[in-house]
Every structure is written in C-alpha cells, then in structure tokens.
C-alpha cells in the first residue's frame, strides 16, 4: 500500500464504519489479539479522520471484536465445506473479512456497500484477489442482485448492517436473497426490540447522526416471514471463549452484560440456513385477515423450544403462503393466549366427539383441528367459511371422503342446506362468536339447535369489556381493519335465548395449566386477576348441551 491519506467525509450510518474499523486496530495492537486485524491498522495509518468521533465505549469495542471473530469463524466453516460458494458480504464498509480468511480460489466474493464507501475501500484496498469484487449499492436496492452468479451455494454475511434498515427492507432484502440464490447460509447480528429506544443515549450513534430501526424480538419470526429460512443457532456475544483473551475492563463488562437474558442478548448473532420454498400469494382484508394472524402465532408457537400447541401443520402454512405477517405486530409472546385456546379447544372436541356424529367447525380460518384431532371415519366433518378463505384453506387443506369444507358466511339463512341433521352435532368456533352481532349469533346457535336432534356447542367468547378492549387494543384485530361486536357478559343468558341449551362449563384462560410455564411473578398476577369476575370473562371458553 503507497503512502497516502483520504480526507473523509461520510455521512449517518456511514460514519459508523469507522468505529468497528478503530475497535479492530485497538485489538490488534495487543500481545494477544483476538482477531489480529493488521489491515485494519494499515487502513487506519492511511486515512485522515477524526477518531474522536469514531471511538467505542469499552462495551462496544469487545463486541466488535468478539462479533467480528465469531463470524468469521462461522464463514471460514461454510468455505470449508463449500469451496466453490458465492459469498455476499452486505454492508461491508471498511472490513478486510475477504483477506483475512483467505479466500479458496473456487470462491466468487462481493463486498457490498454504499457508493462513496466502496469508492473509499477501493482505494484503500487496491491490491485484491481475482475472485473477489467490490458493489457500489444500497443492500436494499434490487438492482444489485442481478451482477451475482446463481447455481453456486450462497454464504451471506452482514455484520452491523441490519439494525440500520427498516424492519419492511429487512425482510424484502432477505426474501430477494433466497428467491434469487436458493440453497445457502446466511449469518448476521441483530438487537432486540428494546435496544432500539435504548440507543438514543449511544454517544457513538449521536456522533454519527446515525439511527438503528429493526430489532429481531424472536429469531424463528424470520424463519415465518422468510420462506425457505431455517434457524441454525443464535448466539449471544458476551460469553464467547476469545472473551478470556481480553483485558480485565472488559471482562468485567461481559460479565455484568451476560448476568441477565435481555442484557446478554441485546446483540447476537444468527446463523440461518436457507432452501427456496416456493409461495402462494394471498390477498385477505378485516375479519377475514385475522385468521392469518391466528396462523402466524401458531406457526411461532410450533417453532419454539417448548411448544404449547405443536401445530407443524400452521407452520408448513405460513411457509408457502406469501403474505406480510409482520403487519399485524404481533409476536412469539403473543402467541400463548392462541395456543392456549386451540389447545383447550382440541381437548373439549376429543372428550365431546362420538362415532357417527357431524362435526360443524365455523368459521374454521385456516385451523387445522381435523389433522390434529383425527377423528374417526364415521364422523361427517364440515369445515365452514367465508368463500374468500375457504378458496385459500383449499389449497392447503384438500376435501377427504368424511371431511367436507363450505364457503359460506355462518350468518347464511341456508348454511345447514345440505348437512345431514338426523344425527348428533359437534359445533366448534374458534375466535368466530366475538365477529358476529347479538343477533346473528343468537340466530346461528337457534338454527343449529333446530336442525339436530342433540349435541355439544363449543366456543370461545369475549365479554362487552373484552370486545372494547380487543378493538382499542389487540394488534391483530387493529391492523386487519376488523372490528368485534358481541360480548358475552353472562353466558347463562344464552339459556334463555336458545331453547334447550344447557350451560355445561365457563372456563377461563386464567385457569390454563399452561399459566404453569410463566415466571411465577407473572403467573402469581394471572391467577390472583382470574378471582375477578370482570377479569375472567375477558376471553374465556364456553360448552353447551342440547
């Protein structure tokens, strides 16, 4: 490298590669780095910028440094395995991670980056490989992925780059990456949701007049929204072994960051593997838009460690359908209450169901009750909705000899046209009663009551305090443009309005066995409120006879 400096004058996020670029050359100037980037000092002795700026507090340099070495451990295993991959290295600002790993000759790499950054790391990095290539884009922008060869395994690799974009460029890039390239890895570091309200006090972001927007709450949300993407590991970084090698300031920061969980995982790595799925587009509004977001809790229950619910058959769902679950707002921790339910659900339907009997499961969404309940073949199934989403649970729920599906709003003077009514019923509705009125509800329990000669209701219900608060409140309901309207307050006085029926049970979910699961502090608050009957009747279970 000649001798020259480059006054520099990068702008927001820009600046903030000059940071991790003075955290590496601090390391390497120790008897025993942990990362050992020279070329990050030889870049530094050839620029002309004020380091003032650009300096990290203790914290901030270990996780630099222990970031920088995790990943490229991580890489350095894939192109062992994959000497013929095309790496995409997003946001790669001034890091020399192409040189220090020692590229395979059968390897095709891209540093990626803005246009004045590449321009800058062009001149400092003149001498390179034949196999390696510099960028000139925003990651975000489409256009770029067309100059990258297919057909190769893929490694992606951003370091420092996703928290910088909006939460909608963050998933486009990543569904582009694995439509466009199929098979391969990808490996980048992410902050939870908190760090983002957080970072308003980072004197190194205020320096830089740089902002952070996307935080990854639950990891497997990506594998949901991606499809095609599979969780591998997380990492957190405070507690990595090249920690031991640090000095004792630092040491003594990992340990008080790595002593509680939403400290030790504000930053860590990810590390997905990803295989194209191909998708179906759905295109659902209002009351119907929520049975998506019924799909996608789920599908995060099905995916984490413990699951509640288990329901793999929500998750191949939400994998083939292309829709953007991220904009209703919800999350892993909202996915209890929907697991809860479905599952209380499930176990009434198996106590409650006999050969021989028709089972109406209204309002069905994209539930998958049938596969999980199995029930026998003399049981005449009929899963019912409205035609918009009964022409998209067909394409992933088929018709069987007993197992039938209607669209038809449940509201329909004519619903039970058709329907057998000589023998015993099972009526099932899922998050189905709280959307209808009073008086199409009460309508549809008389006509079912009418056209059997007995059977079993099974539903759930919102109190009129539940209704007003999931209509203010429940993110779902609120960007599906839905809005509820029958609140059940006393289910007795159903009794009344439908002839026959008979209250067998009122169970609420502050009653859940599952509660078990939660910390006690909260689990203690969920039983004690469950004494209130205000609160228990917010959304509880409801079974009749007849």
Not at 492 to 520: I, M, N
């Amino acid at each position: 490298m000649s001798a020259v400096t480059n006054q520099i004058r990068l702008t927001g996020a820009q600046q903030t590669l000059f940071g991790p670029l003075y955290a590496r050359a601090l390391d390497n100037r120790r008897l025993d780095p942990v990362l050992g980037d020279e070329a990050a000092e030889q870049v530094l002795n050839r620029v002309d910028v004020d380091l003032r700026a650009a300096r990290l507090d203790i914290g901030d340099q270990l996780t630099v440094v222990l970031r920088a070495k995790e990943l490229d451990d991580w890489a350095a295993g894939y192109l062992a395995d994959h000497p013929d991959a095309v790496v995409l290295h997003l946001g790669c600002g001034l890091d020399s991670r192409a040189f220090r790993l020692g590229l395979p000759t059968g390897v095709h790499w891209y540093d990626v980056d803005m246009p004045d950054v590449i321009k800058l790391r062009d001149q400092l990095y003149p001498d390179t490989p034949e196999n390696y290539r510099t960028i000139a884009s925003s990651a975000t922008d489409p256009q770029w992925l067309d100059e990258i060869p297919t057909g190769r395994p893929t490694l992606v690799v951003a370091e420092g780059l996703t928290m910088y974009l909006t939460e909608a460029d963050g998933i486009g890039l990543l569904r582009r990456i694995v439509e466009r390239f199929r098979v391969g890895e990808m490996m980048f570091d992410a902050v939870l949701p908190y760090v983002l309200r957080a970072a308003r006090y980072s004197r190194f972001l205020r320096r830089a007049d740089a902002e952070i927007h996307w935080g990854v709450g639950d990891p497997h949300s990506l594998e949901l929204r991606v499809p095609g993407l599979r969780l591998r590991r997380e990492q957190p970084l405070v507690d990595r072994p090249g920690l031991a090698r640090m000095p004792a300031a630092e040491r003594a920061i990992a340990k008080l960051m790595n002593s509680t969980g939403w400290m030790r995982n504000a930053l860590r790595l990810l590390h997905y593997s990803f295989a194209h799925r191909e998708t179906e587009r759905v295109d659902l509004t209002g009351a119907q838009a929520t049975m998506l977001a019924t799909l996608y809790l789920r599908a995060l229950d099905n995916r984490s460690d413990d699951p509640l619910l288990g329901d793999h058959y929500a998750d191949e769902a939400v994998q083939r359908i292309d829709f953007d679950f991220g904009r209703f707002r919800v999350s892993s921790r909202d996915s209890a209450s929907v697991a809860i339910r479905a599952k209380a659900l499930d176990d009434w339907v198996r106590d409650a169901l006999r050969p021989g009997m028709v089972v109406l499961h209204l309002g069905c969404g994209m539930d998958s009750r049938f596969e999980r309940i199995c029930p026998p073949e003399s049981v005449e199934w009929y899963d019912i909705d409205h035609p918009d989403v009964v022409g998209v649970r067909r394409r992933f729920f088929p018709d069987g000899p007993h197992r039938h599906t209607i669209g038809a709003s449940v509201t329909a003077p004519d619903l039970l046209d058709g329907i057998p009514g000589d023998r015993p019923v099972l009526m099932v509705a899922e998050g189905l009663t709280m959307y209808l009125s009073e008086s199409d509800g009460v309508t549809l329990l008389r006509r079912v009551r009418e056209h059997f000669p007995s059977g079993e209701l099974l539903f759930d219900a919102f109190s009129s305090l539940g209704v007003w608060v999931s209509n203010r409140f429940n993110p779902a309901v609120v960007r599906a443009g839905a809005r509820l309207s029958w609140g059940i307050d006393d289910p007795r006085s159903l009794e009344a309005a439908v002839p026959g029926l008979r209250l067998v049970t009122e169970w609420s979910f502050t009653d859940a066995p599952e509660l078990d699961r939660y910390p006690r502090p909260i689990r203690t608050a969920l039983r004690a409120s469950g004494r209130i009957t205000a609160v228990r009747r917010l959304g509880r279970l409801l079974r009749y006879r007849f």
